[in-house]
């Protein structure tokens, strides 16, 4: 059964806490993506990766940082320096095409 | 600077009928659109891609059309049932330079109600 899986499905974060944010995906795919979404607004791009080894910043990439060490794997650390971190995270992947996106189920972040 | 708009007010339709939704962009020459539809608290899932020289794309009661001149997709549901409630993006295709891949920009979404 392929797909993306994001764990955990809820996080809390304390103040001054880096966290980190999984997303594993066993469709081969090259590419990942990380992306923020606010209530009532877009998703965002934060990070991208297109092979293991390299990854581009996004448009809102201040305050994160990433990880692209196995073709399946693309984790998110979420770390103190963002000083507003709760939203709705989302992983996703493409394949060849490069355009289909394929989404994980979503981490929304909660700060304590 | 480059804006994707799509309707923030609900469209609240009733069963049977066609929903229609609008993207509209600026400053933008994407090579593709696509919509998405997204359930509240799970991930968008891809429903069409329509290519700039595409006028029109189908899929069961999905319809797309994608008008460069004017600068906006229309997003049709034919004989919509309750179960089409969800919010519906749309998505366009922004190339970072000298790279030979695209990355997508997101709408906000326009959120879809269908009444029995």
């Known amino acids: 059964d392929g797909g993306i899986t994001q764990s955990p499905k809820y996080l809390f974060r304390k103040e001054g806490q880096n966290v980190t944010l999984s997303c594993e995906q066993n469709l081969n795919h090259d590419a990942m993506y990380w992306y923020r979404q606010d209530p009532g607004q877009g998703l965002r791009l934060i990070y991208y990766?297109?092979?293991?080894?390299?990854?581009q910043k996004g448009d809102i990439a201040e305050g994160y940082s990433v990880s692209r060490e196995k073709k399946e794997s693309f984790p998110l650390t979420v770390t103190s320096a963002q000083k507003n971190p709760t939203a709705f995270y989302l992983c996703?992947?493409?394949?060849?095409?490069?355009?289909?996106?394929?989404f994980g189920p979503g981490t929304r972040l909660l700060v304590l | 600077s480059q804006k994707i708009e799509q309707n923030s007010e609900a469209l609240n339709i009733q069963e049977g009928k066609t929903a229609t939704l609008t993207c509209n962009y600026t400053n933008y020459s994407p090579a593709y659109l696509q919509w998405y539809r997204q359930d509240p608290g799970r991930g968008p899932v891809f429903l069409l891609l329509?290519?700039?020289?595409?006028k029109e794309k189908r899929k069961e009661r999905l319809k797309v059309t994608f008008d460069t001149t004017l600068k906006q997709s229309l997003f049709h549901i034919t004989a919509s049932q309750p179960a089409d409630s969800a919010t519906y993006l749309c998505?366009?295709?922004?190339?970072?330079?000298?790279?030979?891949?695209?990355?997508?920009?997101f709408g906000k979404g326009t959120m879809l109600l269908v009444s029995p």
């Open positions: 998505a366009l295709d922004k190339a970072p330079l000298n790279s030979g891949y695209s990355t997508l920009t």
């Open positions: 329509i290519r700039e020289n595409e």
């Open positions: 996703a992947s493409t394949g060849t095409d490069q355009e289909t996106q394929y």
């Open positions: 990766s297109q092979i293991v080894n390299d990854f």
